[in-house]
């Protein structure tokens, strides 16, 4: 089993849609937590911190749900420009991080 | 700000040769990174640095992969003798305190032939 498992989709939704992505990790130790977005050929950059009160940024929301192991992420009013690859990120002590293998949404018009 | 640089963007070996990467982390950033990221798969940690001392090479295949950060400061990744499934993407990528938000540079593209 993987450290941290994402389903891979991909996900192919109009334009305005609400999307959201599921990720889970088997280290309870874990105390970091984060989904960084990653564009076709290019390095993956952060999208937002994931904090156990559940957090939002614009139209994203994160939410960590530290009994059962389980990250979110939620978009909401899809736009063109959100299509690219989601890696769900868990990092342990000193930093370690894993990276789960990405989720690809594709948004149409 | 300047972000992380990696050297060279693309590299083209034959199977046994050689390779080398660099990578100058962002300035005043401890935690330097390796990744390796296979066509289709998430990034994968090679070796983390603290400064100059390695965190963690759990996943470095040490047998052929090495890696240094001199002075604490820029890193280079090396692979002797490459496989053919070292084609992948290198990334370094760099962070700067226990928060361990990570600041990746382009990469190198590595085909093996």
């Known amino acids: 089993r993987k450290e941290v498992e994402q389903d891979p989709g991909p996900f192919n939704v109009p334009e305005g849609a609400t999307v959201a992505f599921n990720c889970t990790y088997s280290?309870?130790?874990?105390?970091?937590f984060f989904w960084y977005r990653q564009d076709c050929r290019k390095e993956p950059k952060l999208l937002m911190s994931?904090?156990?009160s559940g957090n939002e940024d614009g139209r994203f929301t994160a939410q960590l749900n530290r009994a059962s192991q389980y990250i979110s992420l939620l978009i909401r009013d899809s736009k063109l420009s959100d299509s690219a690859t989601y890696l769900c990120?868990?990092?342990?002590?000193?930093?370690?991080?894993?990276f789960g293998d990405g989720t690809t949404l594709t948004v149409k018009p | 700000e300047a972000g992380v640089a990696q050297s060279p963007r693309y590299k083209i070996i034959e199977k046994r040769q050689s390779v080398a990467f660099w990578c100058n982390p962002i300035?005043?950033?401890?935690?330097l990174y390796w990744y390796q990221q296979i066509l289709g798969q998430g990034p994968k940690l090679l070796i983390q640095?603290?400064?100059?001392?390695?965190?963690?090479d759990s996943q470095l295949p040490k047998d052929r992969f090495s890696a240094e950060r001199l002075k604490g400061v820029d890193s280079t990744l090396k692979i002797q003798p490459a496989k053919l499934e070292d084609s992948a993407v290198y990334l370094c990528?760099?962070?700067?305190?226990?928060?361990?938000?990570?600041?990746f540079g382009a990469g190198t593209r590595l085909s093996v032939l």
């Open positions: 990528a760099s962070s700067q305190d226990r928060r361990y938000i990570q600041y």
């Open positions: 280290n309870s130790a874990s105390q970091s």
């Open positions: 994931v904090y156990s």
């Open positions: 990120v868990v990092t342990a002590n000193a930093g370690k991080s894993t």
């Open positions: 300035s005043g950033h401890a935690t």
């Open positions: 640095f603290q400064n100059n001392g390695v965190v963690d």
